[in-house]
C-alpha cells in the first residue's frame, strides 16, 4: 500500500512494526498507549501473529526476552510506570545481546504520575534504566510519519547490532492523528546463527544467557559489547538541523517539544531573532557532534523539554559548556508554550549570551 | 429529525467532532439539545474538549465526571439518563470507538427503542487503516451493533487525512461510502469534510480544537 492513511501515533507504530516482521507483541495496557495494543490485539490473529496481554509489564518483557531468543521480531509498548517495571527484563535482554523493540510512550511521573504527555523518562531510556553497563538504541520521533519510520528503523537497528532499541514517544505523539505513509512489507535480512530455534542436529547448541560467573570472562563481554556500542556512536546518531546555517542562538529539543520550538523559531525570526533548532531524533547515542560545533558558532542553547530538565545534562556536555544551556521546561504532563520559549530566549539574549 | 442522534464508528473517524458540530447546529434552529459524551475509551480527546463553546451556545453538556482531569476512570454519570429520558429535548450521544466503546450504550439501549425516535449513524474515515474498505468498514459496523443491541440506521461519510485533506481525497471516498450504503441498506446521509476542504454538497464541518495546538 503506498497510499497516505489516516493513524493515531500509537497506531502506527503497530502497523509499521508488522510491517517490519513483527509478528509477536506483548503487552499489558496502560494509558496513553493502549491503542498499540488494541491495534495488535485487533491485527495480529488476522495475519497468523501473536497478541499476548501478559499478566504484567514483567511477564510480558520476559516473553519478548523469550521470543527474541528464538531469533524472531518482538515488540512490547509501555507508558513510564510500565517501562519502570520492565527494567529487570530490559537489562537481561541487553546482556544477552539480543534485538527486541520497546516502546514507552511517557506519562508524567515520578510514581504512578498521571495520564498527559511527557519526556522525564529520558535519563531512564539513556542512562540505563535496569542495571549493569548497557545502553539501548532510543529513537524520539516527532510526527506519526516518524512514529511509523523510526519503529521500522528500530528493528532494523536492533537486529543489526544485537541490541534493544527504544522507541521513546509521549503521550501527544501517541494520541495525536496525522496522515502516514506506512513503510512497504519487508522482511528481516540479518542472518540470526546465535537464535535458539533447534540444531536439526546439525550444529552445537545455542545458548542465550547473561549470567557469567568468572568476572574475567563477563570483562570481555562487557568489553566486546562496548566495541559494539562505539560502532553505533559512530554511525547511527540521527537528528534534524533546523535553520542552523545562520543561527545565533540554537534550541534543543525533541519529540513534541520540538514542535513547539519549530513555531517558536519562525515568531522569532518575523522579529529577526536569529533562531534555529537542533533535533536530537536518536538520544543515544546522543547527536554530540553537531552540538559541539554549534556550540563554536552561537552564542547560546535553550534546551526545550517536558520534564525538569534531563537532556540539557547531554547538551552541557556536548557543548562542553563554551556556551550559555538554559532551560525551558514543563513537567508533570504540561507542555512548554511558544510564548515561553520566546521569553526563556529573549531572556537568555538580555541576559548577555555571548 | 430523530429526537436522539447516536454517532458511532472506529475508533478516530471523527465521530465526536460531527456530534459537537451537529449539536450546534440542532441548537442554531432554536431546539433546546444535550450532548452526552459517553466515550469510556480514550481519555484524552473529546467533546467534553468543546464544552465551554457548547455551554455558552446553550448546549447541555453530559460528559463523564473524571473525563480530562488526568484520572483515568472511566465511569458514567448518572445524569446521562435524562438523554435518553428527558423526550423534551433532542439529544446527541458521542459514543466511544468501536465495540469497545460501544458496550457503555448498553444500559440505554431499552429507553432508546422504547421511545423508538432515534437515528443511529455510523460515521466512517476509509482512509483509517482498519476501515479501507467497504468489507471492513462492514465488518467493524457488525461488531459496534453485537456490542450495544442497536442496529445502525444511517451513514455518516466523514473520510478525511487531516490536515492535508483535499476535496479530491473526499470525493474519491464517495463512491466507496455509496458501496457500503447498498451492500447495508443504509441511507448515506453526508459526505463531511471541514470548512475550508468542503465543496459542492459536502456538508462543511468546523474543526475541534485540540488542547495541544494553540
Redesign the interface.
Given at each position: 500500500m503506498s497510499e497516505k492513511v489516516l493513524m493515531k501515533g500509537n497506531e502506527a507504530i503497530a502497523e509499521s512494526a508488522i510491517r517490519s516482521g513483527c509478528l509477536c507483541y506483548f503487552g499489558y495496557p496502560i494509558t496513553p498507549q493502549t491503542e498499540l495494543a488494541a491495534y495488535m490485539a485487533k491485527r495480529m490473529p488476522k495475519i497468523g501473529g501473536v497478541f499476548l496481554q501478559a499478566e504484567s509489564e514483567i511477564s510480558a518483557i520476559n516473553m519478548v526476552y523469550g521470543v527474541a531468543g528464538a531469533g524472531k521480531r518482538v515488540m512490547t509498548s509501555s507508558s513510564s510506570p510500565g517501562v519502570s517495571l520492565k527494567q529487570e527484563g530490559i537489562s537481561y535482554i541487553a546482556g544477552a545481546d539480543l534485538p527486541a523493540v520497546i516502546v514507552n510512550v511517557q506519562r508524567g511521573g515520578p510514581g504512578l504520575g498521571g495520564i498527559q504527555p511527557s519526556q522525564s523518562d529520558y535519563f531512564q531510556a539513556t542512562k540505563g534504566g535496569g542495571h549493569g553497563d548497557y545502553h539501548l538504541i532510543v529513537l524520539t520521533p516527532s510526527s506519526v510519519q516518524e512514529m511509523a519510520d523510526l519503529t521500522s528503523l528500530a528493528f532494523d537497528l536492533a537486529d543489526k547490532y544485537r541490541v534493544p532499541a527504544m522507541l521513546l514517544a509521549d503521550g501527544t505523539m501517541g494520541q495525536m492523528m496525522e496522515p502516514v505513509l506506512l513503510p512497504e512489507p519487508h522482511d528481516v535480512t540479518v542472518e540470526k546463527s546465535w537464535a535458539v530455534c533447534g540444531t536439526q542436529m546439525k550444529r552445537e547448541h545455542n545458548i542465550i544467557n547473561s549470567l557469567y560467573l568468572s568476572p574475567e570472562v563477563l570483562e570481555k563481554t562487557n568489553f566486546e559489547r562496548y566495541e559494539r556500542y562505539k560502532q553505533i556512536e559512530e554511525n547511527e546518531v540521527r537528528y534534524e538541523s533546523y535553520l542552523m546555517d545562520d543561527a545565533e542562538y540554537c534550541i534543543v529539543a525533541f519529540g513534541i517539544a520540538a514542535r513547539v520550538a519549530k513555531n517558536a523559531i519562525t515568531a522569532m525570526r518575523k522579529e529577526g531573532i536569529k533562531v534555529g533548532l537542533i533535533r536530537p531524533i536518536t538520544v543515544w547515542p546522543f547527536p554530540v557532534k553537531p552540538i559541539r560545533e554549534a556550540a563554536d558558532k552561537v552564542k547560546g542553547f535553550v534546551c526545550v523539554e517536558l520534564s525538569m530538565g534531563q537532556m540539557i545534562d547531554d547538551v552541557k556536555l556536548a557543548s562542553e559548556c563554551k556556551k550559555p544551556v538554559v532551560l525551558c521546561n514543563r513537567a508533570g504532563g504540561m507542555i512548554p508554550s511558544v510564548d515561553q520559549i520566546i521569553e526563556t530566549t529573549k531572556k537568555m539574549i538580555e541576559g548577555g549570551a555571548r | 429529525m430523530k429526537r436522539v442522534t447516536l454517532f458511532c464508528g472506529h475508533?478516530?473517524s471523527g465521530k465526536t467532532n460531527i456530534a459537537v458540530n451537529y449539536a450546534l447546529a440542532l441548537r442554531e434552529k432554536g431546539l433546546e439539545v444535550a450532548i452526552g459524551d459517553l466515550d469510556i475509551v480514550?481519555?484524552?480527546?473529546r467533546s467534553k474538549d468543546s464544552s465551554d463553546e457548547l455551554r455558552a451556545a446553550g448546549i447541555e453538556v453530559i460528559a463523564l465526571p473524571f473525563a480530562n482531569s488526568?484520572v483515568?476512570l472511566p465511569s458514567l454519570p448518572s445524569q446521562a439518563y435524562s438523554l435518553v429520558q428527558n423526550h423534551a429535548r433532542y439529544a446527541v450521544l458521542d459514543i466511544g470507538g468501536?465495540d469497545?466503546g460501544a458496550y457503555a450504550l448498553g444500559r440505554y439501549v431499552p429507553y432508546i427503542l422504547e421511545e423508538n425516535d432515534y437515528e443511529m449513524v455510523y460515521v466512517v474515515?476509509f482512509?483509517?487503516?482498519?476501515t479501507?474498505t467497504v468489507q471492513e468498514a462492514v465488518e467493524v459496523m457488525g461488531e459496534i451493533e453485537t456490542a450495544c443491541r442497536m442496529k445502525f440506521t444511517a451513514i455518516v461519510n466523514n473520510s478525511?487525512?487531516?490536515?492535508?485533506t483535499t476535496a479530491d481525497d473526499v470525493r474519491a471516498t464517495m463512491a466507496k461510502a455509496q458501496e457500503l450504503g447498498r451492500v447495508t441498506g443504509l441511507p448515506v446521509l453526508a459526505t463531511t469534510a471541514e470548512m475550508s476542504v468542503a465543496e459542492g454538497d459536502m456538508i462543511p464541518l468546523k474543526l475541534q480544537k485540540?488542547p495541544?495546538e494553540?
Open positions: - | 475508533y478516530g480514550n481519555p484524552y480527546f488526568s483515568d468501536d469497545r474515515n482512509y483509517r487503516p482498519l479501507t478525511n487525512l487531516g490536515a492535508e485540540r495541544f494553540a
